[in-house]
């Protein structure tokens, strides 16, 4: 009886250690912040483009640094492991041109799901690592650009594919509810047909023998609060 009753309360402080442990880890945390996404031209060059609009040579430029933000909520199975859902949109103007007004504007916002394993054993820091996967979409805006050789006029275009993030960062513990994402940084592909997304804009016969792959950098920084 002696025994049964010490097994008895070694197994209840075991279980109830175990359930501690299991609750001192937050089940959901949400995450809101800056993001700055390096693209690759896909074969997007200022030569090409002066070549198919018909302007003078050293005209137009291309932009690869798109700035937005990068939101995410994530629930924690265990202390080590969860799932995310992740959100973002980048912004800005890819094709430059000096002295040209109405330059087309890009937008795109994705959406992507996947594991997250967090390691927990260090009191202010939570490295993390994750592995996304979803979808991303891409548009240009229709707009007449003035200041150059001749007025071009485009339309709205949009193109929609796959896309993965897989990457990682670190949170700084500030409480037991809140941390600083000090920095996150994915390899952020994204399956973008750029041919058909300019010459939707630009025309049929434009911009042809573009990328339809792009291997882009994310960085990401902000606030997360627990629950």
Not at 81 to 98: K, L, M, N, V
Not at 138 to 146: D, R
């Amino acid at each position: 009886m002696i025994r049964f009753l010490s097994a008895a309360i070694i197994l209840s402080a075991v279980i109830s250690s175990f359930a501690f442990a299991q609750d001192s880890t937050p089940k959901v945390q949400v995450f809101g912040g800056y993001s700055l996404v390096h693209v690759t031209s896909g074969g997007l060059n200022g030569f090409a483009i002066d070549e198919d609009l018909h302007q003078f040579p050293n005209t137009f430029g291309v932009a690869t640094n798109f700035q937005g933000w990068n939101a995410e909520g994530q629930y924690n199975a265990t202390k080590w492991i969860g799932i995310a859902i992740d959100a973002g949109e980048r912004s800005g103007t890819p094709i430059t041109a000096h002295g040209a007004a109405g330059l087309p504007t890009f937008h795109a916002y994705s959406l992507m799901v996947g594991p997250v394993l967090s390691y927990r054993a260090m009191k202010k820091l939570t490295p993390f690592a994750h592995a996304l996967a979803g979808w991303d979409r891409a548009s240009l805006n229709a707009t007449n650009i003035t200041g150059l050789l001749s007025p071009i006029s485009t339309r709205a275009s949009n193109y929609t594919d796959f896309a993965v993030a897989l990457g990682g960062g670190v949170d700084y513990n500030l409480s037991h509810h809140v941390s600083l994402r000090l920095a996150q940084l994915d390899w952020f592909h994204t399956s973008i047909n750029q041919s058909k997304l300019y010459s939707g804009a630009f025309g049929p016969g434009e911009f042809e023998g573009l990328s339809t792959r792009q291997v882009n950098l994310r960085f990401s920084a902000g606030i997360v609060v627990r629950f």
